[in-house]
């Protein structure tokens, strides 16, 4: 089943694997890198790349070297990168990450914006190393229809850079969770309360994006009761099947295993378009793996992210077709920043 071929809003993907978005923390000045190219490029195979988390205005950049997708220069540079995937034949999603309150005045040159003036009480990364998160400055009701149109610039944007398409981040604690999430958002106006409320500021940045690029390039990266970064959420099932249900038809929800199976599969029947699932949730104990995505897909998913295995198996797919042994997860000490273990690790040596 993974490498079968399936229809992704008008894309042909040729197997079911889906590259996770995984930060790398190599960009120079919000942009892309060579060596970003060639990464991508090695991983091509992929049915579908998705990105490492860009930030789509200045203010949501959450960690330190981060890419964006707001100048100029920043859509030069990622026209290097989706060539590339699309010369060795793949096809990539953005990921637009806006961090929200997770993010630091050393990281972005700005004071971090969130739902309310609450702390994740965890730490951020900054240039110096981990720092406590900030306090957030709490958007004004006027001011979160411009963190909305952050997202829609940024997808035409992408689309510019010859991204096929774009993934908002509604996982993890970052902008877009904070808004869900009972912890983070204590507003008062219609971004909070009730569950209209709360799921509003998603509905209309994927509305939003919808309309800028066409709900067929756009999917929304979902972490459901998930509790990293200082999230909680009241009501889980009837709170995301609320959102599926506002949502316009995007190409795709792209779902964690935050939460148990029967919420997941919930969340599945209740949702009309391609449904991929993350079998290893918020960065779990061990890494999603090939059975894992066979259940799931058996079970009613459309498609399998892989973040981890994609690190140090650039050519994952080919090694799934012939069933040959994987690389080992890598050391977090190359997950971020360092020169090494980004574009060296090589394809399997027959
Ligand atoms: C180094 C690293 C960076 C990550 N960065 C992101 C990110 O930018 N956006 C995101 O949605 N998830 C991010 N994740 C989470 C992965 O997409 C994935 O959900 C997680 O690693 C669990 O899946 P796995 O077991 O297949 O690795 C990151 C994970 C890793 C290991």
Same mark, same amino acid.
């Given at each position: 089943?993974?490498?079968?071929?399936?229809?992704?809003?008008?894309?042909?993907?040729?197997?079911?694997?889906?590259?996770?978005?995984?930060?790398?923390?190599?960009?120079?000045?919000?942009?892309?890198?060579?060596?970003?190219?060639?990464? +991508?490029?090695?991983?091509?195979?992929?049915?579908?790349?998705?990105?490492?988390?860009?930030?789509?205005?200045?203010?949501?950049?959450?960690?330190?070297?981060?890419?964006?997708?707001?100048?100029?220069?920043?859509?030069?540079?990622?026209?290097?990168?989706?060539?590339?995937?699309?010369?060795?034949?793949?096809?990539?999603?953005?990921?637009?990450?806006?961090?929200?309150?997770?993010?630091?005045?050393?990281?972005?040159?700005?004071?971090?914006?969130?739902?309310?003036?609450?702390?994740?009480?965890?730490?951020?990364?900054?240039?110096?190393?981990?720092?406590?998160?900030?306090?957030?400055?709490?958007?004004?009701?006027?001011?979160?229809?411009?963190?909305?149109?952050?997202?829609?610039?940024?997808?035409?944007?992408?689309?510019?850079?010859?991204?096929?398409?774009?993934?908002?981040?509604?996982?993890?604690? +970052?902008?877009?969770?904070?808004?869900?999430?009972?912890?983070?958002?204590?507003?008062?106006?219609?971004?909070?309360?009730?569950?209209?409320?709360?799921?509003?500021?998603?509905?209309?940045?994927?509305?939003?994006?919808?309309?800028?690029?066409?709900?067929?390039?756009?999917?929304?990266?979902?972490?459901?009761?998930?509790?990293?970064?200082?999230?909680?959420?009241?009501?889980?099932?009837?709170? +995301?099947?609320?959102?599926?249900?506002?949502?316009?038809?995007?190409?795709?929800?792209?779902?964690?295993?935050?939460?148990?199976?029967?919420?997941?599969?919930?969340?599945?029947?209740?949702?009309?378009?391609?449904?991929?699932?993350?079998?290893?949730?918020?960065?779990?104990?061990?890494?999603?793996?090939?059975?894992?995505?066979?259940?799931?897909?058996?079970?009613?998913?459309?498609?399998?992210?892989?973040?981890?295995?994609?690190?140090?198996?650039?050519?994952?797919?080919?090694?799934?077709?012939?069933?040959?042994?994987?690389?080992?997860?890598?050391?977090?000490?190359?997950?971020?920043?360092?020169?090494?273990? +980004?574009?060296?690790?090589?394809?399997?040596?027959?």
């Amino acid at each position: 089943m993974l490498l079968s071929s399936y229809r992704l809003g008008n894309l042909t993907l040729p197997n079911r694997l889906v590259m996770a978005p995984m930060t790398r923390s190599r960009a120079v000045d919000g942009k892309p890198i060579a060596e970003t190219a060639t990464y +991508y490029a090695q991983r091509a195979t992929a049915g579908l790349i998705v990105t490492e988390g860009v930030q789509p205005n200045a203010v949501g950049q959450a960690g330190p070297f981060m890419p964006g997708l707001h100048t100029d220069e920043q859509v030069e540079a990622w026209r290097v990168v989706t060539d590339a995937v699309h010369v060795n034949g793949g096809r990539i999603f953005a990921q637009l990450m806006h961090g929200g309150r997770i993010g630091h005045p050393d990281v972005a040159g700005h004071h971090p914006v969130g739902p309310s003036a609450i702390s994740s009480g965890t730490e951020v990364f900054t240039p110096t190393g981990m720092a406590p998160a900030p306090v957030p400055r709490a958007l004004e009701t006027a001011e979160v229809a411009e963190q909305v149109a952050a997202f829609a610039d940024a997808a035409r944007r992408a689309v510019e850079a010859g991204f096929d398409g774009v993934e908002l981040h509604g996982a993890n604690g +970052y902008l877009i969770q904070q808004f869900l999430s009972s912890s983070a958002n204590q507003r008062t106006d219609g971004y909070g309360g009730s569950t209209t409320g709360r799921i509003r500021f998603a509905v209309e940045a994927v509305e939003a994006v919808a309309d800028a690029i066409g709900p067929e390039r756009v999917g929304i990266r979902l972490s459901p009761g998930g509790q990293i970064q200082g999230i909680v959420e009241e009501n889980v099932p009837v709170l +995301y099947g609320e959102l599926l249900k506002a949502l316009p038809d995007i190409a795709y929800i792209h779902v964690m295993v935050t939460a148990d199976d029967e919420v997941l599969m919930g969340l599945r029947k209740a949702w009309p378009t391609a449904f991929i699932l993350n079998p290893g949730g918020q960065i779990g104990p061990d890494e999603s793996t090939r059975e894992q995505g066979e259940r799931w897909l058996a079970n009613g998913a459309d498609l399998i992210s892989y973040g981890r295995a994609y690190l140090a198996n650039p050519d994952l797919v080919e090694r799934f077709r012939l069933g040959l042994p994987l690389a080992a997860t890598p050391g977090r000490d190359t997950w971020f920043q360092t020169p090494n273990g +980004y574009i060296d690790h090589p394809s399997y040596q027959h």
